[in-house]
């Protein structure tokens, strides 16, 4: 045997492995991977410069933390229900994926409401993005994350519409599953916003 | 075969796990306690739920190998971001 053959007989295991894996899961990864440098590289920014300078406290101190936690608990609970929908529609139960998923989607929303009704209450006491560097990052980072919900909201919308008319199924479950690996992201983004931008 | 009933069930006790850790933070928050411990349990608090969620709800401990590449290598190029500019930024003002 040559040595190439017996490279290709060697890692034949392991290639078959790779090529297992759908092309959908690996693009959707690879979306994820370029969020991660994207929020990263906010919050390393917003790490730096709070640490390099003084009196960011004090400006922190006028967020509501108690919203905040509102937020918290109402998107940790959409990551609940998304992972329940995909849970169903794997048993092909269409109605109760449905349901889920439309769970998901207004829990979505009352995210979004929640944090309009925080803003307006910000920007009534005068706090605008250009109050200051803590006040630009506040509103750069949880209004890029607000973004990234509103497009999960449209993506997750669309899956119910297709669960209600019967498009969802035959084979076609597994974009339920990569819509839940976005919307879970999400979330994860959050659990590290909150007690960068409310709890310290 | 896989027991979806028995994933469901886990589901839902992962969430309750969040959400205590959620008011485990909030509570240590209200304790006024000194700076440095408070950033370590909030954010050592945070850590352990994105875990719960990458792990449970993303199905990461069933992953490939080649997931894990592809979302750990950004991760440690944040990680070695922050670290390669913390002497410029923080201890040259």
């Known amino acids: 045997m040559s040595s190439t053959a017996t490279v290709l007989t060697r890692n034949a295991p392991h290639s078959e492995g790779i090529r297992s894996i759908p092309i959908g899961k690996i693009g959707i990864w690879w979306l994820l991977a370029s969020e991660i440098m994207v929020f990263g590289g906010l919050i390393t920014s917003y790490v730096l410069l709070r640490i390099s300078h003084g009196g960011w406290a004090e400006q922190a101190a006028h967020v509501r933390w108690q919203l905040g936690t509102l937020n918290t608990a109402v998107l940790l609970t959409s990551s609940l229900t998304m992972a329940l929908a995909l849970s169903a529609s794997r048993q092909d139960r269409r109605r109760r994926t449905a349901t889920f998923l439309l769970l998901t989607v207004l829990l979505g929303v009352a995210f979004l409401g929640i944090k309009a009704f925080e803003y307006t209450g910000e920007l009534r006491e005068g706090f605008t993005p250009a109050s200051g560097l803590f006040w630009s990052f506040y509103y750069g980072m949880t209004g890029l994350h607000a973004l990234h919900v509103t497009a999960g909201i449209v993506v997750n919308l669309t899956f119910f519409v297709m669960a209600v008319r019967g498009d969802l199924w035959d084979g076609k479950q597994a974009r339920l599953e990569y819509a839940g690996l976005y919307w879970h992201f999400v979330d994860v983004v959050w659990i590290f916003l909150f007690p960068l931008l409310y709890l310290s | ?93």
């Open chain 2, 1 to 93: 075969m896989i027991n979806m009933a028995g994933d469901d069930h886990s589901y839902v006790a992962i969430w309750g796990w969040l959400l205590g850790l959620l008011i485990a933070g909030v509570f240590v928050f209200t304790l006024h306690l000194a700076t440095v411990t408070l950033l370590f349990i909030i954010f050592g608090v945070a850590a352990i739920k994105a875990i719960l969620v990458v792990r449970n709800y993303m199905h990461l401990k069933a992953e490939h190998v080649l997931i894990y590449a592809i979302a750990g290598i950004p991760i440690l190029l944040v990680i070695g971001m922050l670290l390669a500019l913390i002497p410029d930024i923080v201890f040259h003002r």
